[in-house]
């Protein structure tokens, strides 16, 4: 095969996958997104399959070490997708995003050691700065990504009793001195690796990039786990393309850009729904307040009803707008919450869902519920776009959110304040399912719940909303 075809092979791929960004901008177009994602990826391995059969000087072996990764990669990916349940889908993710890291710093090891294979040299002569520096960057971002990856996953879970797994901040003093410290330490061995070759400066940068990637992450609370997926996205591809470059490699290039600035943006866009700093996400600084806020809170009297209360005041509505959170993830509650969608709407009641950012775990994590239980997406609202229309609602319905509902972003002096929030507390009357009291990620009591016209109902959400259901006249 000339590398003609396979320039012409690996630009049509990148084709693909600009087009599979373009198509997962849009839930109507996600589906193409998909596909045109899936096709890229096909192209790009294939084609790097083909390239290692004529390069390789035991074509059969080398064949079959690549035909042995696709098929344990490639079998264990579909296991995963076809199994995963949707309030594990944020793991999953920082699962890949580590797998990215981790193959970006096996291939930089492999590089160092064997140059040559890799055609970045001839045998004998040594790595041109050029490319020690790239394979410097390459393989400290893929650890980084890696070991903060790990840390994200154990947050995400909330299943581990290990300390640096649980969703509280892990802060101590001194501590964004010491990643100072880290830092210029693993930019100073990677220069000196840049300039002399030298192997132990390499691993040396290597082990620390390893610690600084649990160490950016640990002080991050789980209310900020959203920003924190997209961020660590960012990190694998910029990391890909570093490795790209070492390798000369044009689709690793065009594909980790792609994913490195898609996931920057995706993170500033994150960071506005929160109202926090960038660069204080980037360098692992945010998060401590909040996980601090409210502690000792004192126990107060709520009004609280049932599924049939909640069924009554809906089915004499006429606007309602649906607030979907984790609660309703963990539950499993969508498909319920569509067949009550579906019920009120044959009563003449207008339906609407209302998405924030940052619900859930993962950025879009509600629109991919919604998605799953078919809710048409002429109902689904943007935050911007519906938050004008809680205060003419009869109803607002919040199922199992917490914090991006809170009233307390308005206060000033409040670790939220000035993080935009659904506006669920305009509307007429509230009514808002949860398993018990308990305060949501950002460790802050929410003032929507204490409100006159505000109606709790404790339970699990599928099956208050399906009592609900049945309930409706």
Known sequence: MSMNIVTLLYLAASVCFIQSLKGLSHPTTSIRGNIFGMAGMAIAALTTAALIVEISSDAGRGMGWVLLGLVAGGGYGAWRAKTVEMTKMPELVAFFHSMIGLAAVFIAVAAVAEPQAFGIVRAGEPIPMGNRLELFLGAAIGAITFSGSVIAFGKLSGTYKFRLFQGAPVVFAGQHLLNL??????????LAFMVTGNWTAFFAMLALSFVMGVLIIIPIGGADMPVVVSMLNSYSGWAAAGIGF???????????????????????????????????VILGGF??????????????????????DAAFILSNAETVVIVPGYGLAVARAQHAVKELAEKLTHKGVTVKYAIHPVAGRMPGHMNVLLAEAEVPYDQVFEMEDINAEF?????AVI???NDVVNPAALQKGSPIYGMPILEAYKAKTVIVNKRSMAAGYAGLDNELFYMDKTMMVFGDAKKVVEDAVKAVE
């Not at 410290?181 to 990677?190: F, I, Q, R, Y």
């Open 287 to 308: 998060g401590q307040e909040g996980a601090q806020a409210t502690q000792g809170a004192v126990q107060r009297n709520v009004r609280s009803g049932s599924a049939d």
């Open 181 to 190: 410290a880290l830092g210029l330490l693993t930019l100073g061995l990677g």
């Open 391 to 395: 205060g003419q609602a009869d109803v």
């Open 246 to 280: 070492s390798l000369n490699n044009a689709m690793l290039i065009i594909a980790g850009s792609l994913v490195g600035s898609s996931g920057a943006i995706l993170s500033y866009i994150m960071c506005k729904a929160m109202n926090r700093s960038f660069f204080n």
């Open 399 to 401: 199922l199992g959110a």
